[in-house]
Nanobody
Framework: QVQLVESGGGLVQAGGSLRLSCAASGATFSSYAMGWFRQAPGKEREFVAAISWSGGSTYFADSVKGRFTISRDNANKAVYLQMNSLKPEDTAVYFC?????????????????WGQGTQVTVSS
């Protein structure tokens, strides 16, 4: 079983930055990929970023490429989402996800475990 706890959300002005963290429990953290999704009010949850078990491969939604980075610390069982040049359209609840069933990281059905989410609000 894996438990995920996100932190680092908040209110920021457009153009600002935030760093989200996801702390994971479980002994096998370093063996599976991790991901971030987000859900804006009235919209479906969408893929944001993912990182392979080693950290050697990363994947991003087109909407965040060049602005967001994802990283992980296997020793401390954590994954991070650094968000720069934030825009009002980035406003959403951000969810951490773990242990995908396949390499289709973009599909939320792929992921076995989810955190409760952290709110990110970007004001214009």
């Amino acid at each position: 079983q894996v438990q995920l706890v996100e932190s680092g959300g908040g209110l920021v002005q457009a153009g600002g930055s935030l760093r989200l963290s996801c702390a994971a429990s479980g002994a096998t953290f370093s063996s599976y990929a991790m991901g971030w999704f987000r859900q804006a009010p009235g919209k479906e949850r969408e893929f944001v970023a993912a990182i392979s078990w080693s950290g050697g491969s990363t994947y991003f939604a087109d909407s965040v490429k060049g602005r967001f980075t994802i990283s992980r610390d296997n020793a401390n069982k954590a994954v991070y989402l650094q968000m720069n040049s934030l825009k009002p359209e980035d406003t959403a609840v951000y969810f951490c996800a773990a242990d995908p069933r396949s390499g289709n990281y973009y599909n939320e059905q792929t992921w076995n475990y989810w955190g409760q989410g952290t709110q990110v609000t970007v004001s214009s």
